[in-house]
């Protein structure tokens, strides 16, 4: 895990004493809510329906135990006991008061974390696979060229008033679970013949008002350009980027009409200027940063660990769990668990402090101090013991953190929607708890298999319904709140936007719709090892249209 030096320390203390500066002058009437907004933008701060929100950046997702209980200690002493975590990897606290925020963020400095650059037309919170550095699959731990584009975009003098927000994600592993296809740039590490490691650059991915999935612009980027091939990308979005029209602003919109081969020409020739200038950083920088992430020192352990397997064998419930939230580790004897904050009838993403603080005692005990967060709002252990999977499993049971749902229906993903949002067009959270209560029967969400339900309260899209195997987006007609349907989306290598089924279902509807659209594909399975996107992808939307509107 990276550590602060001594200018990174320096120079978030100074931005938070010239947010509190900025805050006393909001107060006191010195400078306007309208003076006042880019201020508190570029620190994290939104002013919503109710409160203030804060946005806090977890970078690449990745958590110490005592930066986790720090974010507990926060939920207790500025907000209402509880946080939100989100598709990005970051955390929100929905609120906190304007005169408390400098001293939140000062306590948030404590431990080396921050909000700079969570809002804004800047380049955002950098993210990257939950798995990474324990994923058998991983070509290279992502993290590490991650940290380096946090370093380098973090108030970059040409980057930091962009056309639009800006979004990055990288995966080490050719199985995606960062969702690069859908970010304005994303990075897929890859080999060359020779073997070499590099990345795949993926431009123009996006969801919101116009989804689209991002184009690959070079197949191949030898790993040591990262950085300067990154600024040309960012010049050529920054010189041609649409700034009179914000629904056109964003680079998949450049890309799009530019067309993907040309736009990969321009940068080329942006990049052909700078590429051997000091832009990347010297092979002694890179191995500094690196070695931050080198492995811990696992145990030497067998892979076949009788204990776990007698306890699985024992135990039906701890075997469901094990089955749905444990992922395999590449150090043998270890695995990774998913925590859910999914619950029956909870609100997705959301943990109260206790928790937090049940996750940070957990992690030192049994995960080496480390904790992540998921783009699908849970946490994650990655370095857990298979010895100690059945004590660290009754442990969640008890703090009420041991649903056995990741990756089935009952682990929604959904925006905070129209109960929070000034954004919003319609409720995402009764909605999802409502899906949550209907389809509570673990043994059913088992039997239905691997389904991703996501929900947005507007066209913004921030509970990535385009991407999701079922899609939901919250409509207003004429002051009711309604749901448009979308199936067969996916965030995974295999990207794609999910397809309207029809005309939108209202709310009392809805869960109904949700039922007919499961019970549809359980009808038309070959048998029960094809998954839903499997079934949507083979039979397409007919089906599934005419036992919807046949039945509402």
Excluded at 40 to 53: D, E, K, S
Excluded at 119 to 136: E, F, K, L, P, Q
Excluded at 207 to 225: D, E, N, S, V
Excluded at 532 to 551: C, M, N, Q, S, W
């Amino acid at each position: 895990m990276y550590r602060y030096d001594e200018f990174d320390h320096r120079f978030v203390a100074q931005r938070v004493e010239q947010f509190r500066d900025q805050v006393q002058r909001r107060l006191s009437g010195e400078l306007s809510e309208d003076e006042f907004k880019p201020l508190r933008l570029m620190n994290g701060l939104y002013l919503q329906l109710h409160a203030y929100m804060l946005r806090v950046a977890i970078p690449y997702g990745t958590l110490s135990a005592k930066q986790m209980r720090k974010l507990a200690y926060i939920a207790r002493r500025y907000d209402r006991g509880f946080g939100h975590f989100t598709t990005r990897q970051n955390i929100q606290y929905n609120w906190p008061k304007l005169n408390e925020v400098p001293d939140l963020l000062a306590d948030l400095a404590e431990v080396e974390m921050h909000a700079i650059q969570t809002s804004g037309n800047c380049i955002r919170n950098v993210t990257a696979d939950h798995y990474a550095g324990v994923a058998g699959d991983e070509i290279e731990d992502p993290r590490v060229y991650a940290e380096m584009i946090r370093q380098w975009s973090t108030l970059h003098p040409e980057f930091s008033f962009l056309p639009r927000k800006f979004k990055v994600a990288i995966t080490g592993s050719p199985n995606d679970r960062a969702a690069v296809r859908v970010h304005d740039i994303g990075l897929r590490m890859v080999t060359n013949e020779a073997g070499e490691p590099g990345f795949e650059v993926i431009v123009g991915g996006g969801q919101g008002r116009t989804p689209i999935i991002g184009a690959t612009i070079r197949k191949f980027l030898p790993k040591q350009y990262l950085l300067s091939y990154l600024e040309a990308i960012l010049r050529v979005y920054n010189m041609l980027g649409r700034r009179d029209n914000i629904y056109k602003a964003r680079i998949k919109i450049l890309v799009k009409e530019t067309g993907a081969e040309k736009f990969a020409e321009l940068v080329e020739r942006e990049w052909q200027a700078i590429k051997d200038t000091p832009v990347d950083l010297p092979d002694a920088e890179v191995e500094r940063i690196a070695a931050y992430f080198a492995p811990p020192a696992y145990q030497t352990l067998g892979a076949y660990q009788p204990s776990f397997e007698e306890q699985r064998l024992a135990d039906r419930d701890f075997a469901a769990w094990v089955r749905s939230n444990v992922a395999a580790h590449k150090q043998p004897g270890y695995s990774i668990v998913n925590i859910s904050l999914k619950p029956e009838g909870g609100v997705p993403g959301d943990a109260s402090a206790d928790q937090m603080d049940l996750v940070a005692d957990l992690a030192d005990r049994y995960s080496l101090s480390e904790v992540r967060v998921s783009h699908m709002q849970n946490l994650v252990l990655p370095d857990v013991r298979q010895t100690d999977l059945y004590d660290l499993w009754q442990a969640l049971v008890e703090g009420e953190l041991a649903t056995a749902n990741i990756g089935l229906l009952g682990d929604i993903i959904a925006c905070p929607g129209l109960d929070y949002c000034n954004l919003a067009n319609a409720r995402s959270i009764p909605v999802s708890q409502r899906i949550g209560r209907r389809f509570a029967d673990l043994k059913r969400q088992h039997d239905i298999g691997e389904l991703t339900l996501n929900i947005s309260g507007c066209i913004n899209a921030c509970g990535h319904h385009h991407v999701g195997h079922i899609g939901l987006l919250g409509v207003d007609k004429k002051g009711e709140e309604f749901y448009q349907i979308t199936l067969g989306g996916r965030r995974d290598e295999q990207a794609s936007v999910g397809r309207i089924v029809g005309p939108a279902f209202s709310t009392d509807q809805v869960v109904d719709a949700v039922e007919t659209i499961v019970n549809t594909y359980l009808d038309r399975r070959v048998d029960a090892d094809e998954r839903f996107i499997d079934t949507v992808g083979r039979i397409g939307l007919e089906p599934f249209k005419e036992d919807l509107y046949a039945t509402h």
